[in-house]
């Protein structure tokens, strides 16, 4: 099965420039572990320290928000995947 998964310009440090990434899994969880094993900076990028995804990131399937399942939520073979990382201020 393969997802693609579309990388923020500011995490391609981690991707070695790679916008896109193809990934494998049936969840989005399975799909970030699939993109930590061939990229394993990106996880701190990612995941805090006791292995839950960042507040500050949302996960968009197929252009729809994956909230509020979030990890838990399937993908199927042709999806894609977006990190996006929320910025708020004033």
């Given at each position: 099965m393969?997802?693609?998964?579309?990388?923020?310009?500011?995490s391609r440090q981690y991707t070695q420039g790679q916008q896109?990434?193809?990934?494998n899994g049936s969840t989005i969880d399975q799909c970030?572990?699939?993109?930590?094993?061939?990229f394993p900076r990106i996880k701190q990028g990612l995941f805090?320290?006791?292995g839950k995804l960042h507040s500050?990131?949302?996960i968009y399937v197929n252009g729809e928000?994956?909230?509020p399942e979030m990890l838990?939520?399937?993908?199927?073979?042709?999806?894609?995947l977006?990190?996006?990382f929320l910025i708020a201020g004033g």
């Open positions: 393969s997802i693609k998964l579309d990388i923020s310009l500011a896109i990434v193809d990934v970030l572990g699939d993109l930590i094993k061939q805090d320290g006791n500050h990131i949302d928000s994956a909230y838990a939520k399937p993908v199927k073979d042709g999806d894609e977006r990190v996006v």
